[in-house]
Nanobody
Framework: QVQLVESGGGLAQAGGSLTLSCAAS????????VAWFRQAPGKEREFVAA???????NYADSVKGRFTLFRDNAKNTVTLQMNSLKPDDTAVYYC??????????????????WGQGTQVTVSS
């Protein structure tokens, strides 16, 4: 059974940094699209960043220049480095993985596997 487990969430001050990690077990996802989404209270889950197994990462405009997605296929892990955090970044962050054949990486539907989520809270 495939599991994605996030870690690294917590509380940060505006302007600070946090690093989220996602570890996959039960399957090697080296050829999958890996992504991070987030969901704030009362809002829909939204795209943050994604990376195919080759090529550069895609980022939401709201995080571009502040967040960086890294993937380590040898270790089956995905990391989201978050810098210059803002209160608007407060949300539950989810790791996701899906087939490389997907067209649009910013939608939630194509992703087959999801983590349980980790809370990120940014204070002003």
């Amino acid at each position: 059974q495939v599991q994605l487990v996030e870690s690294g969430g917590g509380l940060a001050q505006a302007g600070g940094s946090l690093t989220l990690s996602c570890a996959a077990s039960g399957r090697i996802f080296s050829t999958d699209v890996v992504a991070w989404f987030r969901q704030a209270p009362g809002k829909e889950r939204e795209f943050v960043a994604a990376r195919r197994w080759v090529g550069t990462a895609n980022y939401a405009d709201s995080v571009k220049g502040r967040f960086t997605l890294f993937r380590d296929n040898a270790k089956n892990t995905v990391t989201l480095q978050m810098n210059s955090l803002k209160p608007d970044d407060t949300a539950v962050y989810y790791c996701a993985a899906g087939p490389n054949s997907m067209g649009v990486v910013t939608a939630t539907q194509p992703y087959d596997y999801w983590g349980q989520g980790t809370q990120v809270t940014v204070s002003s």
